[in-house]
């Protein structure tokens, strides 16, 4: 079941959950798993009435703001994304603080900030081609389990428009204590279920977290079918390991 709302077909849980064989279910109160369900940047998230030993996930994930993500990606990674525009000197990236606008833009430094503003370093992902990469990883309780190469041209790094899609493993694309950091990044905000877009910059070659989606949409239209089908299996999989591991065994 979902609290407090459903989702539609377009979000990634919605296909995961039927390739996992799980049974959608209306009355909260009998659910065997409970998913907080809201796409709003800030969310109540009080817990409704459910049964004895019913598995609730992303009830801990209460503020996706860019400010609180940059915050916990500071406590995860030992190192800041997010800077102070009254003092820095060069160019930054200009965000929205509420989830899904694609607004961002590159500004100059130093600036008085704009109110509902956050202001984060600016990461060169720019690979080969004039196109910039976003890494963006699937998380399943917890876990990096899936990632998507969204690679699109560099005057368009802001928006939701890739040119080109890759399916990747998480081995593949970080290492071992990068995994280290998505987890303990993960685990700081709350997030059990959903995605996370990270970014590696070409001259440090450090991997910086900019954002945190717990109701997210999947796989990216770019992608290929068949691999669209391979993804939601991969994460059904994972789905029923995390979440039901009785069903599991």
């Known amino acids: 079941a979902f609290h407090p709302d459903k989702p539609r077909p377009w979000y990634f849980i919605w296909p995961v959950m039927h390739a996992s064989g799980a049974k959608l279910i209306s009355d909260v109160s009998k659910a065997d798993i409970v998913f907080q369900f809201d796409d709003t940047t800030h969310a109540d998230h009080r817990v409704p009435q459910t049964k004895p030993g019913a598995r609730l996930v992303n ?3 209460n503020d996706i703001s860019k400010s609180n993500v940059a915050e916990a990606f500071a406590v995860a990674a030992g190192y800041s994304l997010k800077v102070d525009p009254r003092t820095h000197d060069g160019p930054m990236v200009e965000k929205s603080e509420n989830n899904a606008c694609h607004d961002g833009r590159i500004i100059e430094g130093p600036m008085e900030p704009i109110e509902d503003k956050t202001y984060q370093c600016l990461v060169d992902n720019e690979i ?3 196109l910039v990469e976003d ?3 699937c998380i399943v309780g917890g876990e990096p389990t899936l990632v998507f190469r969204k690679r699109r041209a560099i005057g368009r790094r ?3 428009e890739n040119a080109e899609v890759i399916i990747d493993e998480p081995r593949k694309c970080y290492s071992a204590d990068e995994l280290d950091v ?4 993960s685990a700081e905000i709350g997030l059990e279920w959903g995605g996370v877009d990270v970014l590696r910059d070409r001259s440090s070659g450090r991997i910086f977290i900019v954002d945190a989606n717990k109701t997210d949409m999947g796989p990216p239209v770019a992608l290929n079918l068949g691999d669209k089908l391979k993804a939601t299996r991969r994460m059904a999989r994972a789905f029923v ?3 039901a591991p009785k069903r599991s065994a």
């Open 241 to 243: 390991t995390s979440f």
């Open 128 to 130: 080969e081609g004039g």
């Open 182 to 185: 998505i987890r303990r990044f």
């Open 135 to 137: 890494l963006r990883c």
């Open 158 to 160: 802001f928006l939701n």
């Open 59 to 61: 009830f801990g994930c």
